[in-house]
């Protein structure tokens, strides 16, 4: 079945200590997506791809970056993760971004920061 | 700007209960709606969509209609199970700009035996 992976599902870090979550899909889709959810809230778009183009939302943290080497695969690499930092880190696609293109999600990735 | 409102859970039922879950939206032009669902320690999975006023998504024995006219989407199920316990996030896409998905807080509901 076509879909969206996400590896690791749990990952521990330490304060400071760099971090890339990683997420593939086999959907072929153009746009990937991350999203930050932290406990009983909504996920909170942090940057999309379109294609190679990235596009990062206003208020997301210089902390958090992000690279996606080809079509299937995107990462999400926290520099310095802070203890405000632990939370679920969601990867989604999407064939476009038009009204209709739905957002498929991966599993996620649940961080913490010790 | 756009927004969706929806009800403030925990909402708790029995099994084979009908489940109404509202949902309200805000948004310039024309939306498409969607109703995602979280299970404990799990990703979002698309329950339902909709993409055009008067579109009705359905799947699992949950529906959804768009009301333009109401301006809401709001989610049903005739008879709750256990496993429909979950975090229900009602969301939207609107132009001018289609991404990102706009949720509401989610609802979380508990179905007991």
């Known amino acids: 079945d076509a879909m969206v992976i996400q590896n690791p599902r749990y990952q521990v870090t330490q304060f400071g200590k760099p971090v890339t979550l990683s997420c593939s899909q086999t959907?072929?889709?153009?746009?990937m997506y991350w999203y930050q959810q932290k406990s009983s809230q909504a996920p909170k778009l942090l940057f999309h791809y379109y294609d190679k183009d990235f596009n990062n939302e206003a208020d997301t943290p210089d902390n958090f970056q992000s690279r996606r080497p080809n079509t299937s695969f995107c990462f999400l690499d926290i520099r310095s993760p802070g203890l405000g930092d632990a939370a679920m880190y969601l990867c989604?696609?999407?064939?476009?971004?038009?009204?209709?293109?739905?957002?498929?999600f991966g599993p996620g990735t649940r961080l913490t920061v010790l | 700007g756009n927004s969706v409102t929806q009800m403030e859970g925990p909402v708790t039922l029995s099994e084979e209960a009908f489940l109404t879950i509202n949902c309200t939206y805000t948004a310039t032009g024309y939306p498409s709606l969607f109703w995602y669902v979280q299970y404990p320690g799990e990703g979002l999975q698309l329950l339902l969509k909709?993409?055009?006023?008067?579109d009705k998504g359905s799947n699992k024995g949950f529906e959804a209609t768009y009301r333009k006219e109401t301006t809401s989407f709001h989610l049903e199920k005739g008879s709750v199970q256990v496993s429909d316990s979950a975090v229900y996030f009602c969301a939207l896409t609107a132009p001018p700009r289609n991404t990102p998905l706009v949720f509401g807080k989610g609802t979380r509901l508990s179905v007991i035996a």
């Open positions: 959907l072929n889709h153009n746009v």
């Open positions: 909709a993409t055009k006023a008067d």
């Open positions: 989604a696609t999407s064939p476009g971004t038009g009204s209709t293109d739905t957002q498929y």
